[in-house]
T-cell receptor
Framework: GAVVSQHPSWVICKSGTSVKIECRSLDFQATTMFWYRQFPKQSLMLMATSNEGSKATYEQGVEKDKFLINHASLTLSTLTVTSAHPEDSSFYIC??????????????FGPGTRLTVT | QKEVEQNSGPLSVPEGAIASLNCTYSDRGSQSFFWYRQYSGKSPELIMFIYSNGDKEDGRFTAQLNKASQYVSLLIRDSQPSDSATYLCAVRTGGFKTIFGAGTRLFVKA
């Protein structure tokens, strides 16, 4: 089956620093990758959608200059949290889609990255 | 009104019973519907999807969809303690964006 990996699985950083999270599709080419954020006991909130080689599309309320997304290849997308603050502490999950766009496309989820900003 | 609504629970059922999880959605143009299971600290895993009105069965799981009522449900038969998790309802809109509900926590008591 399709596998999506994320690195690191958890990270602790100091307020004001930047953190990069990698998302890789290991055995398929991901035409689209999605970045989600999940706070405790809350749902997954879509942050942005990125297509390989294109600029990411950010959801309303998500600061594109704070959450930098780069989808440089069909197997790698990165999310950089710039000037992190404690309120950015969350569980970040990426998801990848293979193939054409339609109502039944399957999303493959990565294992998530737990970010704690101190 | 939230786009995808679920009862947060917790829903507690005894082992062997049927667990019934419900979800309503607001976008009538939604085309496909998904149920995910999420264990604490883990990412979601797909249980099943449905896109036609009616029932769809897969092992101990049955998804039910009623587009007129904008309602989708998941039944888990012969519930096991290992089924204890948060169940997320997800709806794919006409723009092919997937919107998640907040999830229902299920506890299956041994």
């Amino acid at each position: 089956g399709a596998v999506v990996s994320q690195h690191p699985s958890w990270v602790i950083c100091k307020s004001g620093t930047s953190v990069k999270i990698e998302c890789r599709s290991l055995d398929f080419q991901a035409t689209t990758m999605f970045w989600y954020r999940q706070f405790p006991k809350q749902s997954l909130m879509l942050m942005a959608t990125s297509n390989e080689g294109s600029k990411a599309t950010y959801e309303q309320g998500v600061e594109k200059d704070k959450f930098l997304i780069n989808h440089a290849s069909l197997t790698l997308s990165t999310l950089t949290v710039t000037s992190a603050h404690p309120e950015d502490s969350s569980f970040y999950i990426c998801s990848a889609r293979e193939g054409g766009l339609g109502p039944l496309y399957e999303q493959y989820f990565g294992p998530g990255t737990r970010l704690t900003v101190t | 009104q939230k786009e995808v609504e679920q009862n947060s629970g917790p829903l507690s059922v005894p082992e062997g019973a049927i667990a019934s999880l419900n979800c309503t959605y607001s976008d009538r143009g939604s085309q496909s519907f998904f149920w995910y299971r999420q264990y604490s600290g883990k990412s979601p895993e797909l249980i099943m999807f449905i896109y036609s009105n009616g029932d769809k069965e897969d092992g101990r799981f049955t998804a039910q969809l009623n587009k007129a009522s904008q309602y989708v449900s998941l039944l888990i038969r012969d519930s096991q303690p290992s089924d204890s998790a948060t169940y997320l309802c997800a709806v794919r809109t006409g723009g092919f964006k997937t919107i998640f509900g907040a999830g229902t926590r299920l506890f299956v008591k041994a």
